[in-house]
T-cell receptor, first 112, second 112 residues
Framework: DAGVTQSPTHLIKTRGQQVTLRCSPKSGHDTVSWYQQALGQGPQFIFQYYEEEERQRGNFPDRFSGHQFPNYSSELNVNALLLGDSALYLC???????????FGPGTRLLVL | GENVEQHPSTLSVQEGDSAVIKCTYSDSASNYFPWYKQELGKRPQLIIDIRSNVGEKKDQRIAVTLNKTAKHFSLHITETQPEDSAVYFCAAGLEGRRALTFGSGTRLQVQP
């Protein structure tokens, strides 16, 4: 039973560029949440996808957008990258009303 | 929105001692409180969670207590071992919304 997977593991971009991160949820899970974890801090909620729609959004600008596909996998897109976007981006999957959120290994993004 | 404060930020104990990490939350409607362990360079992993209909939950050497009146919850690790060394995050959530608000983390060092 595969857990949550993310790709790529590491990414280096320059300011102003755009990036797409990918997440495949744990088998049987239908909900994907994205979090940003800056160095030395706790994860911050970006948004959540269920049934291919954004259900809830945290305090992040419109430069952050996402998508969920029919197979429940998800993408996180960030446009016009800023130095401050450098962080570990974590995807978490869950299922049902209050199932546990399981995290993927993350994508470490460095913006130069 | 929800705000979660966690302390201490660092905690050093001798092997075999107990460790306690405390969190407070601001939104009295929150009713789900998970704890995650994150080792260096790895994903956060759920170690225990509690819902607001119970005051305490145990799993072997780990226990969590919840005081809804005071809006705080705590993680207790007994008989600590070197492999317990990691960063621990508390989080709070509201049933039905599923976004988790994380604390800033506690770095636990267990000295052999």
């Amino acid at each position: 039973d595969a857990g949550v997977t993310q790709s790529p593991t590491h990414l280096i971009k320059t300011r102003g560029q755009q990036v797409t991160l990918r997440c495949s949820p744990k088998s049987g899970h239908d909900t994907v949440s994205w979090y940003q974890q800056a160095l030395g801090q706790g994860p911050q909620f970006i948004f959540q996808y269920y049934e291919e729609e954004e259900r809830q959004r945290g305090n992040f600008p419109d430069r952050f957008s996402g998508h969920q596909f029919p197979n429940y996998s998800s993408e996180l897109n960030v446009n016009a990258l800023l130095l401050g976007d450098s962080a570990l981006y974590l995807c978490a999957s869950s299922s049902g009303r209050w199932e546990t959120q399981y995290f993927g290994p993350g994508t470490r993004l460095l913006v130069l | 929105g929800e705000n979660v404060e966690q302390h201490p930020s660092t905690l050093s104990v001798q092997e075999g001692d107990s460790a306690v990490i405390k969190c407070t939350y601001s939104d009295s409607a929150s009713n789900y409180f998970p704890w995650y362990k994150q080792e260096l360079g790895k994903r956060p992993q759920l170690i225990i969670d509690i819902r607001s209909n119970v005051g305490e939950k145990k799993d072997q050497r780990i226990a969590v207590t919840l005081n809804k009146t005071a809006k705080h919850f705590s993680l207790h690790i007994t008989e600590t071992q070197p492999e317990d060394s990691a960063v621990y995050f508390c989080a709070a959530g509201l049933e039905g919304r599923r976004a988790l608000t994380f604390g800033s983390g506690t770095r636990l060092q267990v000295q052999p």
